[in-house]
């Protein structure tokens, strides 16, 4: 089977109304809930996505993102970039993407362009995400695009009451691709 890189080409932009049907099975998907973590409760209904969408498009330091099947139409993903603060020159990020597109490269395509994005056009100084220990297949692709454990936090200690440990990572500007 080729990789996505070989075959399929991806790209993201600003999240649509539209998009928010998948969003929401995405958000319901047991296999992608096992890896990403619990939904907020805001976000649980179509009816709260309308009203969490309407509200995130005002925000100044909140910005959420499709990542798509070029040629295809098909929406396969997210990324967001939230509490974004100029005047550090950072932000936090989070990417999600379908099972079913899993190990295909998905992910190292759209998270170089992104942080590509980020750190040219976003003047970004750095990036930072959180993601389970368990989620070897997340942690291993941030590591893979420069991301660097800086913190890791306990099961069951304030504030992860996760039953697993929490990584936090980041990624500054001066990155290199691993492998490239």
């Given at each position: 089977?080729?990789?996505?890189?070989?075959?399929?080409?991806?790209?993201?932009?600003?999240?649509?109304?539209?998009?928010?049907?998948?969003?929401?099975?995405?958000?319901?998907?047991?296999?992608?809930?096992?890896?990403?973590?619990?939904?907020?409760?805001?976000?649980?209904?179509?009816?709260?996505?309308?009203?969490?969408?309407?509200?995130?498009?005002?925000?100044?330091?909140?910005?959420?993102?499709?990542?798509?099947?070029?040629?295809?139409?098909?929406?396969?993903?997210?990324?967001?970039?939230?509490?974004?603060?100029?005047?550090?020159?950072?932000?936090?990020?989070?990417?999600?993407?379908?099972?079913?597109?899993?190990?295909?490269?998905?992910?190292?395509?759209?998270l170089t362009a992104f942080i590509d994005d980020c750190f040219t056009n976003w003047?970004?100084?750095?990036?930072?995400?959180?993601?389970?220990?368990?989620?070897?297949?997340a942690l291993m692709l941030y590591q893979k695009v420069g991301f660097q454990?800086?913190?890791?936090?306990?099961?069951?200690?304030?504030?992860?009451?996760?039953?697993?440990?929490?990584?936090?990572?980041?990624?500054?500007?001066?990155?290199?691709?691993?492998?490239?």
């Open positions: 089977m080729l990789k996505a890189e070989e075959s399929v080409s991806v790209s993201y932009r600003a999240l649509n109304q539209s998009d928010l049907e998948e969003l929401l099975k995405l958000y319901q998907d047991k296999l992608f809930i096992q890896g990403y973590g619990k939904i907020d409760e805001d976000r649980q209904t179509k009816q709260q996505l309308e009203d969490w969408y309407e509200h995130s498009i005002h925000s100044l330091d909140e910005y959420y993102f499709s990542i798509w099947i070029e040629g295809s139409k098909e929406w396969i993903g997210f990324i967001s970039l939230t509490d974004f603060n100029e005047d550090q020159s950072e932000a936090w990020m989070s990417i999600g993407i379908k099972p079913t597109w899993w190990g295909m490269g998905i992910g190292t395509k759209v003047h970004l100084k750095t990036l930072r995400l959180s993601v389970f220990s368990t989620n070897h297949r454990v800086e913190m890791i936090y306990k099961q069951n200690q304030a504030p992860n009451w996760f039953n697993t440990d929490i990584y936090q990572l980041s990624l500054s500007q001066s990155y290199e691709i691993l492998g490239e």
